[in-house]
Every structure is written in C-alpha cells, then in structure tokens.
C-alpha cells in the first residue's frame, strides 16, 4: 500500500510548524499505524534528515502514551482504540493520511507531533489518591465492596490518560478524565471518605492549569480508546 | 569473593525477614529530611518506593523516560497478583507459595529471600485495596480470586485483564500525593546514562534530558535502580519499545554484578509474528489458558485449513497429551518449549515467518459451549477485544493462534538479602535485579516482587543503609562528577559521528535481536552459542563505525535514544550468550539441547551449576563469581508436571 502523509511538523514550542508532505510506499497492510510512522523515520535517516517525533511506548493500547489526531479524529476514526492499535488495513491504499499532534493550551507542543500532558499528572498530585500511608492497611476483606460498585469503580478506572478526550473537546475541557478518577474513589468505600474535598481539589487545579468547562458536547465519550462514559461527569457534578 | 555475600540471615525460616528487620537501624523520623534518595524508574518498584519513602519523610528525587510515571511498562501487566491469603480454602499457605516459587523457579534462587516474597504477598493486597485498587468481587462483596498458570490453588487477584494498569496507578496515586506533599521530586522524560561513584559508594546519577538534549548530575546518598528489564534485547518481545538495559548496563560497567543474564522468559501466549515491519509482539494473558485448550493440527496437511473444518480426531491436544496433571496449565517455559516443538516438527499454523509457520491453537470453543459467549465475554473480553483489534480475527468464532515471544528477564544486577547491589549504595528493586525468580518466573509473580521490594523491603534496607554510613556533601565540580558527565558527553558525541554512517539503530537491534532469539532464546547449545559470541563481537565494531543518528544531539532525538539503548543491548547480548554457555545444564527457561531429556525436560546439574552466576565486568572478558544455593528446607527435586 502507499500513503500521502501531511505531517505536522514544529521544532518546539516557541517556534512555528506547518504541515510537510511525504510519501510513504510498500506498506505491508498488516503493518499497524505506528510502525508505518517508523518505516518513514528508517526512510528519513537514510537520507539523512531529522526523524519525525511521535510518542509511544506499550503499543498495545494501555500505557496511553500515543496520542496523534488523524484526518480530525484524536486515536483515528476506529472507535475504541489507541493510535498504536491502528493497523493500516483499515485505510485505503494510496489515501491522503493529515496526522496532528493533540492540540490544547494545555498541552504545550513539544516537538513534531509529542506534547507534554504534565498537567494531567499536576490534577492528580492535587488529590487524585485515597490518603493512605504504607503499612497501616487492614485486612484486605475486612471492608466488603459491593460487587456493582466495584465495577463500576473500574469501568472508570480503566482512564490511561492519553488526553484524547481534551483534544477532541471545543472547549478543551478535562472533565472526562477529572470525573473518572472522581469516580472512581467515589464508588469505593476507601475512597469516599475524601470524596468532596478530592472533587474541588481536582478540579480547581484543571481549571488553574487553564482546561475549559464541560458544555455537554459529549466527544470526548467519542473518542476514549477506553469508551469511559460522560455519566461520571454528571455524578462529578453531583458530589459538589 | 567476599563481595557475594548474599547477608541472608540464619535461623528457622519463618522469622528470618522479622529478626533482620529488628537487626537493621533506623533512622527516626525527625531525621529523615537530611537524607536525599535517587530512584530511576516509576513502574511498580519506583513508584512504590517513591510512594514509601516518601511518606517515611525522605527527600526523594525520581526520573522516568516516559512523558509521565504513569506510563511505565507494569502499567501492560495483564493477568494479576499472587498472594498467599487462602481464602478459598483451597491449601494455600505462605509455605505453598514460597515452595511454588522456589520449584517454579528450577531451584535456583534463594530460600530466604522467596519465603520473604511469600509472607509479604498478603500486606500487597491489603495496601493496594486500601489504595482503591479495583479487584475482582464476588457478589458477596469479598475478593475474588482465579487459578493462573502453574499452580493448583486460586491466589491470584486481578482486576479483570488490567491488574497491571491498576496496581501501576494505586502506585503512581500514591507517589503523586508525595509529590504534592513536596518530599518526592519527579523528572519526567529523563534518561539515566551514568553512576556516578565516589569513594566506592553510589551517590549519583547523570541523566539527558530528552527534550533539550541537556546532560546534568544529580547527587544523593545512594541510589536504587528500579528500571526493569531487558527483553527487549531480542528486539521484538512483549515490553514497551523504550524499556531497556542502559541503566542497569552502566551499573554493570562500574561494577555492579549481572546475575544470571541469561535466564530470560519466554511466554508461550503471545499474538503471532507476521512480517518484517513488526516493531513488537503483544502478549495475551495466561490466565486464557485457564479455560482455552491448545491444540495443533495431528497431520501438517492440515496445517493451513480452516481450523473449524478440522475434526476433534485431528486435533493433537499436546499439552493435555504431554501433561495429563497440569495440561494446559504447565508454567511458562515448559509450554513454551512444547510449542516450539510443534511449529518446528512442521504443525504450526497462520502465517510463515522464514518459511514455518509460528503458532498453534488456543481455542475457547468447548467453553463458550459449557458457559455461554456472555460469561466468558465477562472474564475476557478485553482480551478477546484487543486480539481481534491486532489480527482481525474473532476470536469467539476462530480458534486464536498463539506463540512464545520474549517477555521477562529473571536475570538482573545481583544483590544481597538487602536489595543492595555488589556497589555500596547502590540498589535494585523489581526486574532490575534477579533475586526471587530463579531460572523461571511464575505467573502473577511479577507484580508480587516489584511491589514487595518497592512498598516494604527496600524502604526498610535502604534506610538501614543510610543510618550505618556517613555521608559528606558533595559537590557538582567533584572531579569524579565531572568525568562521569563527560563520558556520557562523549559517548554521545561518538553516536552522533561515527566515522562510516550507514545503518539506523533499528537495523542493528534486528540483527542483534535475531541472533540472541536464535541461539540464546528457546533452545541454546554449545556451537551456536560460540558463534553468537563471536557475530555479537563484530556487530559492536559495525555498530560504532556505522551508526548512522541524524539530528542534533541538543534536542528531542529518538533516534539518538535509541542508538545509545542499542548499543548497550549488544553488550548485554554478549553477556547473555556467555552465561548460557558457561552454564552446562539445562534449567527453568534455560534450556541447553546437550541437557534436555527426550521427553523436552530440563536436565538440571545441581552440584556443577547449583550456583548463582554473577558476572564481573572487565574490558577483555567477564569475571565469573558464585554464589553457591543451599536448600536448608527444601530438597531440590526434579520439576515434575505431568
């Protein structure tokens, strides 16, 4: 298969990029997206040019380090899924293929298409944890949870914060994944307890960090390789 | 010699780890802020450890690679946790887990160190629950808990197929409040690329910055090593493509000892290679085999059917044939070798990889019979889910084919019962070092390890370690600070301009990974080995004569990453095929065909090889120490699973 590639490329943050066409032929279709992306890069060092900079790391779809906007679509149009877990038999040959990096304020462009998402790691450090301290655990049976709520509190937990929910967002909001870590302790008794004081918290570090508001625009459902629901935004809304 | 004592403590096995624990010093906690602690690494270990020390109120400096220590490869660990709490009643002890280890392991590593992992399995689960962590329920509301590869007791805890993910996150949650509380400070995006050691004790680090390219020293009062291990060595395997040996590979090279380097896993249910562009192999949990039978066809014409057209009678349940007692359950590097025994006899099936097919069955349809296709949606649907989403195949229609890649590496930096190095002051937790799994680790082992060393050994050890020694300031012009920053300065200016630039560093870990998954994966023997070392010893004067990095060194360059990586991976594939040579037997995943039964079992040599192999580094060739196993309360049998 061969591809058009319009590539948005940027030396860092402070300067300006723009889209750089290339083409990229005799692409194996079992070949998944990424490693489409390095058959490029081998391509550009035999001629000796700078490789394009992408993030990955699992390739298997949970590390949540890939993040690339595809045609528009944050992970690509594939619902469900991870850029890593894009292969290229479900694009047709000889496409054009427009690949982005996440675009947010608060997603700073670091190079080509890697951004830094320090921001989700600051909302977490500001109260996404239960205040527990290392040996003063009791039995683990010893605080039964209710086998619903237990899964629920995964069903949110599963978030690997790949930011595709803040890239899709017109008001790049950080709410989808504010709510779910909310969420999550919120279901579990262990984590009830600091449920309100975790909630402003959290949020009010998402909005210091300059993330917008949720208006009900539902993407970022849409998008979550993860399919985590906008409902644990409505039950966020709700502990406060 | 003296260097190997392991400091294990004596005495009846049960209050070893309690005796040691009063035996060690403390360091009251008023105290504690005048103590600084590195630790590279955010996966199970660094996080833990982080989370631990800082609570205790150390000042804590961390680095990770990856944009966030979220993202480190635990995070991909699929299966779940062991711990020995018997709540099913079923015969569980601390005993039984801690004589599984040792007899999963092939008897090579240390009693007291596994029966420490064994008693502290049950406080992991305690703290990951009071963290928040997700596990499985009953519908009564008690934890649940599943049956995995190799044992005949249900200790397994999971949350569904994304223990790993979870466990990584109650960590990460954990350190991030020590963030926020200010003790641990956290550097994303940075490479550890040098020790720096003064006075024979570790009290450093140089790491680059992989954004800016800058090169700075960090300076503590020792430093542990929390970073994994090396199976990306075999360039496709199961890990992260950024995991690599270049942290434990400078420890090496300063004078930590390698154990064991070539004990590496390879597990049998990995998705299939299929072409040459493959960048890695994605591994689909063992616990499917806990309801999926493994098959292949009986006769190789059959080989390319569809397997729906093949009849039961044509089916050769091998390890159901081979291993009436454990059947498909056999730990890890039994059933891998009984795969590759299949695909290389010719009845593999799916796609030829240098002309054989690389797979066999592993078949859920009896069971979505007996159960129904929403009961076993239930338990493995994520699993199904990503299956297909890599091959295009459902897997609750079609058999899914399977085959071993590379996946975990029981090898490591050797350390003492205290975690510490053959370096003073300097440590390793988790896969980085090789202390509790032997020859062959056991399923839903891993987590257990990284966390026990993380949340309770280390912290404990290393403080022992701080309140014993003195510890002068230091400052960032000592002479031994500035060269260790300039030999990484110049090993970086010797990748960005070798002298004949000519191939990327992707072609060169393929060629160093194909000759290691070749003759040091598997099945390993001597003339092989011999001529491995020798392609190895080539390899590394092509690759500093031709590696070709473009870009600059001053910027985000993942090709200047990943030059530097390889090079470090031909060094330590050097050192593995040398360990697989020296050791003259087979065990656990280390299989020699001069010491293999007929029936494919490993033939162990315990009074030649009953030793811990821990290599020296020297310029011209690696200094073999031992140290020598004694089994005071177990008596080493022959690993019998049929």
């Known amino acids: 298969m061969n591809f058009t590639l319009h590539i948005w490329r940027q030396k860092n943050t402070n300067s300006s990029g723009q889209f750089v066409t290339f083409n990229v032929t005799d692409i194996d279709s079992d070949t998944s997206f990424l490693e489409m992306l390095d058959q490029l890069n081998e391509d ?21 380090t890939c993040s690339l906007v595809i045609n528009g679509h944050p ?7 991870t850029t890593c877990q894009l292969y290229m038999r479900d694009y047709s040959d000889q496409s054009e293929l427009w690949i982005e990096p996440w675009r947010a304020k608060s997603f700073p462009i670091v190079k080509d298409l890697a951004v830094k998402r320090e921001a989700f790691d600051r909302i977490i450090q500001s109260g996404g944890f239960i205040s527990t301290s290392v040996g003063s655990a009791p039995e683990a049976n010893s605080q039964l949870v209710n086998k619903e709520d237990a899964d629920c509190a995964f069903d949110s937990a599963i978030c690997i914060g790949c930011g595709a929910c803040v890239a899709v967002c017109p008001n790049a909001s950080a709410s989808l994944f504010v709510a779910a870590k909310i969420n999550h302790f919120q279901r579990l008794p262990q984590g009830k307890i600091e449920s309100t004081m975790r909630a402003e918290r959290m949020i009010n570090q998402m909005e210091q960090e300059g993330f917008g508001s949720c208006s009900n625009h539902r993407h970022c459902e849409t998008v979550c390789p993860k399919e985590i629901s906008v409902s644990n935004i409505a039950a966020m809304n709700k502990i406060l | 010699m003296d260097k190997l004592n392991s400091n294990a403590p004596t005495g009846p096995l049960e209050n070893r780890w309690e005796k040691h624990k009063f035996d060690l010093s403390l360091i009251a906690p008023q105290n504690r802020k005048k103590y600084n602690i590195i630790v590279i690494g955010t996966g199970l270990a660094g996080a833990s450890l982080c989370a631990t020390l800082g609570e205790a109120g150390y000042n804590v400096q961390s680095f990770c690679y990856n944009d966030s220590p979220r993202r480190a490869h635990s995070i991909a660990a699929q299966g779940g946790v062991n711990a020995s709490k018997n709540y099913q009643n079923d015969g569980d002890s601390t005993w039984r887990l801690f004589y599984d280890t040792i007899k999963g392991g092939d008897f090579r590593a240390r009693e007291s160190n596994i029966y420490r992992l064994a008693q502290l399995s049950c406080n992991i689960i305690d703290q990951a629950v009071s963290q928040g962590v997700p596990f499985a329920r009953e519908y009564s509301g008690y934890l649940a808990n599943r049956s995995f590869g190799g044992t005949q007791v249900s200790r397994t805890f999971y949350a569904r197929g994304q ?8 960590a990460y949650s954990s350190m991030s409040k020590e963030i926020a509380s200010g003790r641990v400070k956290h550097k994303s995006r940075c490479e550890m690329l040098e020790v720096i050691i003064i006075d024979g004790k570790a009290r450093g680090i140089v790491v680059r910055d992989l954004i800016t390219g800058e090169i700075s020293s960090h300076l503590a009062d020792c430093v542990v090593m929390c970073t994994g291990g090396y199976s990306n060595a075999y360039y496709l395997s199961t890990n992260a493509k950024g995991c690599n040996t270049s942290a434990t590979w400078r420890a090496h090279k300063n004078g930590a000892y390698f154990a064991n380097p070539s004990f590496t896993q390879i597990h049998p249910t990995c998705v299939p290679p299929t072409g040459d562009s493959q960048s890695k192999l994605t591994l689909m949990s063992e616990s499917l085999r806990n309801d999926g039978r493994i098959w292949a066809p009986k006769n190789i014409e059959d080989c390319d059917k569809n397997p729906n057209d093949i009849p039961d009678k044509d089916r050769d349940y091998f390890l159901e044939r081979m291993y009436p007692a454990f059947a498909n359950l056999v730990p890890r590097d039994i059933a891998s070798r009984a795969l590759k025994g299949i695909c290389d006899e010719g009845r593999g099936v799916g796609s030829v990889v240098n002309n054989q097919r690389l ?3 592993l078949d859920f349809s009896s069971v979505i019979q007996k159960m129904g296709a929403e009961k076993v949606k239930e338990k493995y649907g994520n699993l199904f889910d990503m299956y ?6 459902n897997p609750y229609e079609v058999p899914m084919k399977i085959y071993p890649a590379p996946h975990y590496t029981m090898g ?4 003492d019962y205290n975690l510490m190095t053959t370096i003073d002051g300097l440590f390793a937790c988790g896969e980085a070092n090789f202390s509790d799994h032997g020859a062959n680790r056991l399923g839903a082992s891993a987590l257990m390890q990284g966390l026990a060393d993380g949340y309770f050994v280390a912290p404990q050890t290393v403080a022992n370690y701080l309140a014993k020694g003195k510890f002068e300031e230091i400052s960032h012009d000592h002479p031994e600070v500035i060269s260790s920053v300039e030999s990484v300065k110049n090993r970086i200016e010797s990748l960005m301009n070798a002298p004949e630039p000519k191939h990327s560093p992707d072609y060169f870990h393929r060629k160093i990974g194909s000759i290691l998954w070749t003759s040091c994966g598997m099945a390993r023997d001597k003339d ?3 001529k491995a070392i020798k392609s190895i010893e080539q390899i590394k004067i092509d690759f500093w004569k031709n590696i070709k990095v473009t870009g600059s060194d001053n910027d985000f360059n993942q090709t200047l990453e990943k030059a530097g990586r390889v090079a470090d991976f031909i060094e330590l594939g050097h050192l593995m095929c040398v360990d697989a040579l020296d050791r003259e037997e087979s065990c656990g995943a280390h299989a020699r065909l001069e010491y293999l039964a007929e029936s494919g079992d490993a033939m162990r040599d315990d009074e030649n090889f009953g030793y811990v192999a821990a290599w020296e580094f020297n310029e011209n060739e690696p200094t073999l ?18």
């Open chain 2, 412 to 415: 490591g930096l050797w350390v």
């Open chain 2, 163 to 170: 223990t790993g993910q979870q466990l990584l996150l109650g």
């Open chain 2, 625 to 642: 120490h031992k140290e020598h196993l004694d089994f005071e309360f177990i008596k080493p049998t022959y690993r019998d699973y049929k």
């Open chain 2, 388 to 393: 297909e989403s890599i091959t295009g195949e």
């Open chain 1, 44 to 64: 550009l060092i035999e001629k000796g040019e700078d490789c394009v900079v992408f993030d990955y790391d699992c390739r298997e779809g949970i590390c949540g």
């Open chain 2, 359 to 361: 797979g066999v069955y």
């Open chain 2, 528 to 530: 092989s080995l011999k």
């Open chain 1, 75 to 81: 992970h690509g149009e594939k619902k469900a899924t």
